[in-house]
């Protein structure tokens, strides 16, 4: 799915939701429930078969921001009380979700290519 630069917030959350309506939202914000925790007492982990993850700046998401989200069912997790760049907030998400996530995951079209005889995309 591509993000163009004038897209709103609400665009591209309709995009992905019309791509596959089961797609999960994690909004990461250090003020959210565990991200495993989260995932886990929704059984998200489960029937995963699209996450978007959801990454602020330093200053984070306004009031109208998560409630935006949240109307696309999206649920606010941490992966702890520090705040971090959100290129380590991503490694970090990740480790979780594939701790929890693993085949699920690797099963889902997100890792579905077609690969050509000599391995190439």
């Known amino acids: ?33 565990d991200l495993g925790g989260a995932l886990q007492e929704r059984a998200l982990h489960k029937s995963l078969s699209s996450m978007v993850l959801i990454v602020g700046d330093d200053v984070g998401f306004s009031p109208e921001q998560l409630g935006l989200c949240q109307q696309f069912g999206a649920v606010e997790a941490s992966i702890g009380p520090t705040s971090l760049l959100a290129s380590h907030c991503i490694v970090i998400a990740h480790n979780v979700i594939d701790k929890l996530v693993g085949a699920v995951v690797q099963n889902s ?6 690969f050509g005889a000599e391995g190439e995309q």
């Not at 591509?2 to 003020?31: C, H, M, W």
Request: aromatic letters at 8%; glycine letters at 6%; proline letters at 3%.
């Open 109 to 114: 079209q997100i890792w579905q290519a077609d």
């Open 1 to 33: 799915m591509t993000v163009r630069d004038k897209d709103s917030l609400e665009g591209i959350l309709e995009r992905y939701r019309q791509n596959d309506p089961q797609t999960v939202f994690v909004i990461l914000s250090e003020n959210g429930m």
